[in-house]
């Protein structure tokens, strides 16, 4: 099983509201990542967790809130997001990111996400 | 310090013709490099990856890729172009450097194909 899936496939939500994603893997893998894709844009990472520890965070603001609650599992909380976080989230994993120069990450689909 | 150049915006060819994405790069210390494609509203799928090993790598679909050290490119080639490769391709660095691991992606480069 190569699969990440990711859920909701589309979210709409105020700026008031609090919703998170949701990530997960069944391959094994102990690195997960999130990334913010706006349109015609490359990928941008946003966090990563090593063995479900936070390794890294690209000075994301604090209204997003990332949670490893397991080796499978990935959250993104959001709360009182902005209309320009409108974009894709993708959530990626693998292997082992510390070893990880030659590892590939295997990415979900996104979830589509509106903040009106 | 790495980075990772992909040359053009956007490539048109016509079905059935050669595809070539071009893609340089630098970096510090010995890199591995990756493409991988994105279909409107999908995820990225990786294509093939260079770790070291053999400079001419093959990937999924028909796609392959060679590593040249002394030119620093990494482009992407398929011999005959089919409808369903139109999509978005980006070329991936990646390499320790003295902040740790990193992972560049290039801007990416729109593929179209014409019947």
């Known amino acids: 099983d190569t699969e990440v899936t990711q859920t909701p496939k589309h979210l709409v939500m105020g700026m008031t509201n609090k919703k998170s994603l949701k990530c997960e893997q069944h391959?094994?893998?102990?690195?997960m990542y999130w990334y913010k894709q706006k349109a015609k844009k490359p990928p941008e990472l946003m966090f990563v967790y090593s063995y479900e520890k936070l390794s890294i965070n690209e000075s994301v603001p604090s209204r997003f809130s990332p949670e490893c609650p397991n080796s499978s599992l990935l959250n993104l909380h959001l709360h009182a997001l902005q209309p320009e976080d409108s974009a894709l989230y993708l959530c990626a994993s693998s292997q082992d990111s510390n070893s990880g120069r030659t590892d590939t990450q295997y990415f979900g689909p996104g979830t589509r996400l509106t903040v009106l | 310090a790495q980075s990772v150049t992909q040359l053009d915006s956007h490539v048109s060819v016509s079905e059935g013709t050669p595809v070539l994405l071009r893609c340089n790069y630098s970096?510090?210390?010995?890199?591995?490099l990756f493409w991988y494609v994105q279909h409107p509203n999908k995820g990225l799928q990786l294509l093939l990856k260079?770790?070291?090993?053999?400079?001419l790598v093959k990937g999924i679909n028909g796609f392959e890729a060679e590593f040249k050290k002394s030119e620093t490119s990494f482009h992407l080639t398929k011999p005959s172009a089919h409808m369903s490769d139109a999509a978005e391709y980006f070329c991936?660095?990646?390499?320790?450097?003295?902040?740790?691991?990193?992972?560049?992606f290039g801007a990416g480069t729109r593929l179209f194909v014409k019947a």
């Open positions: 970096s510090s210390y010995s890199p591995s």
């Open positions: 391959m094994g893998h102990r690195a």
């Open positions: 260079y770790t070291s090993a053999a400079t």
């Open positions: 991936v660095v990646s390499a320790l450097n003295t902040g740790g691991f990193k992972t560049i």
